[in-house]
């Protein structure tokens, strides 16, 4: 099973680079996939790779049920 996360694009870099956030995680990833991202703009990231952009409403779904799942996990 694979697994990818949505994370906003907060800083372009040289060399088809960016840094991205993920709930207060900044992390340089590759956007070579993904080249017409742009600041603000919501990827996928899967093993440090953006792979696809994804609409905020949708990130915003996605990361409400990671938190979800968070917080059972957290009670059990």
């Known amino acids: ?19 991205v956030d993920l709930g ?6 590759s956007i ?5 991202a742009q600041v603000d703009d919501y990827v996928i990231i899967h093993v ?3 792979i696809g952009k994804i609409d905020p409403e949708e990130a915003a779904r996605t990361l409400a049920l990671f ?5 059972t996990e957290a009670r059990a």
Request: aromatic share 2%; charged share 25%.
């Open 48 to 50: 440090g790779y953006a």
């Open 1 to 19: 099973m694979c697994l990818a996360l949505p994370a906003r694009v907060v800083q372009l870099l040289p060399g088809q680079r960016a840094i």
């Open 24 to 29: 207060g995680v900044r992390k340089e990833v």
């Open 67 to 71: 938190a979800e799942l968070a917080q």
């Open 32 to 36: 070579d996939l993904v080249d017409d």
